[in-house]
């Protein structure tokens, strides 16, 4: 009986890590004024879009929490939507005139970064800091 107690409490044990679902904080910095929103969205590693978010600006900073997030790999975008008509300005070249990121702090030379070098591993509640580029 102590052994099929012990193989219970052991498969118990694997499911709760197996299933168990995690918090990510983000916290944007360095936002050029308090105008408008931030807009974000949160990718599974496949690219598809697993939440889209806005919140205001308080004392240039931006504070979102994402629940319910599986171990995996995650990505996240935003940009500062100043002028809040709901899209990311570009100049007459394309190139965005509010800010803008992605989760790493990774930037691109000639448009946004691959999608691969967004990614970041969850494996327990985490918090990223990620700072606009302008």
């Known amino acids: 009986m102590k052994r099929f107690d012990a193989v219970c409490f052991g498969f118990i044990m694997i499911s ?7 918090k ?4 944007i910095v360095e936002v050029r004024n308090n105008t408008g929103n931030i807009m974000l969205q949160v990718f599974d590693e496949h ?3 697993l939440t889209q978010e806005i919140s205001p600006i308080k004392e ?6 994402v629940p ?8 996240v975008r935003y940009y500062h939507d100043e002028n809040l008509n709901g899209k990311m300005d570009t100049n007459l070249v394309g190139k965005p ?13 000639f448009g946004p970064p ?12 985490k918090k990223i800091v ?3 580029t302008y």
Do not use: H, M
């Open 114 to 125: 691959p999608f691969k070098k967004w990614l970041f591993e969850i494996s327990g509640n």
């Open 68 to 75: 319910d997030l599986n171990p995996g790999k995650y990505a």
């Open 16 to 22: 709760n890590i197996c299933f168990s679902q995690f």
């Open 47 to 49: 690219e598809k879009v």
């Open 60 to 65: 240039n900073k931006c504070f979102f929490s």
């Open 130 to 132: 990620l700072k606009p």
């Open 97 to 109: 005139a509010e800010g803008y990121g992605f989760s790493n702090n990774v930037t691109g030379k």
């Open 24 to 27: 990510l904080k983000i916290e």
